[in-house]
């Protein structure tokens, strides 16, 4: 199925090749303010931690309200990927995001696929705000 908003391919189409990437398509989700879309990305007890190991979020139970009210609060969200490195199950995105409210500009986020690779289980953020 075409769906143009999502360099013309549809999340759940992507699913069923072996070319998906929870990354690249939590990083569209987010761009586009689609929370459906974003926790369709991240293992459902998915752990998301700050720069020093401290707990944040576990699970979609905890990460849907926060990601609601962020992109509800935030209509012009938007993350710039700079840069981005793999290292067999991890992806570290460097990223520069405006329009967050509140503010955070700067962060790399490392990401921690599971065994599969088509889920995002863990997640540690590198703010400029830590």
Known sequence: ?????HNGWCLR???LTSNFDPVQAQLEAYNA??????????TADCVVE???GSLLLTGHA????????LFRNSPSLYCALANRTRI???????????GRVPAI??????YRLNASGDRIEHVRFLRDTD
């Open 33 to 42: 303010g689609d929370v459906a879309r974003f926790l369709a990305c991240y």
């Open 1 to 5: 199925m075409r769906c143009g908003r």
């Open 105 to 110: 500009n700067h962060a790399v986020v490392i």
């Open 13 to 15: 189409d992507s699913i």
């Open 88 to 98: 067999g199950r991890y992806v570290i995105d460097e990223e520069r995001i405006t």
């Open 62 to 69: 905890q990460m849907q309200p926060r990601y609601e009210a």
């Open 50 to 52: 700050d720069g020093a």
